[in-house]
């Protein structure tokens, strides 16, 4: 490997474990604006699906950078696999969207109530077929989504706010 390949790598190997949450924070700014903005638009119901779309991907962020700090630091109880294969290329547990696999991952028990799984399986859903697309992309892996604001999103937040302070106290 030449000295340029093996500082890529190093690179590569520090935004796996420290770029997840600048990103995850970015995202939650964006939410945010949606947010804020719904009651400006009379036709938020098509926003609906953007705005959760950038929460998933939100949490997403928090996920995976809580799972690679927790790899990094050797305090996963679970097999660990390296972040990068041997060709360098990133892990395909990485490239995973399913937010209920990637608390298991980070090994994250905090979000096991009814709620909260229902939030963690529809955000998947979302970030999967329906934030980005008219029509699920594979039709028989989708399922309905119930998405309450007024009981979702403060538990969303709960949600992200423990990942931010549990990475942040890693840090």
């Given at each position: 490997m030449?000295d340029?390949?093996?500082?890529r ?11 997840w ?23 938020y119901?098509?926003l609906?699906?953007?705005e ?13 950078g ?39 991952r ?7 109530s ?38 979702h ?8 706010n ?5 990475i942040?106290?890693?840090?």
């Open positions: 030449t340029e390949q093996k500082l790598r190093k690179i590569f190997n520090y935004k796996i474990v420290d770029g949450l600048p990103v995850a924070n970015s995202l939650l700014e964006t939410a945010e604006i949606l947010k804020a903005s719904r009651s400006q638009y009379s036709n119901s098509g609906i699906w953007h959760l779309m950038v929460w998933g991907f939100c949490l997403e962020n928090l996920l995976k809580l799972y690679s700090k927790k790899q990094t630091a050797g305090l996963l109880k679970s097999g660990q696999a390296k972040p990068l294969n041997d060709h360098g290329e990133l892990s395909s547990k990485k490239r995973d969207h399913n937010l209920e696999k990637w608390c298991q980070a090994e994250v028990s905090n979000f096991k009814t709620e909260h799984i229902r939030i963690l399986k529809n955000l998947t859903q979302i970030i999967i077929h329906h934030g980005r697309y008219p029509i699920p992309l594979k039709w028989s892996q989708s399922e309905g989504i119930y998405w309450d604001n007024s009981l999103d403060p538990m969303l937040m709960e949600m992200i423990f990942l931010r302070q549990e942040e106290t890693m840090e």
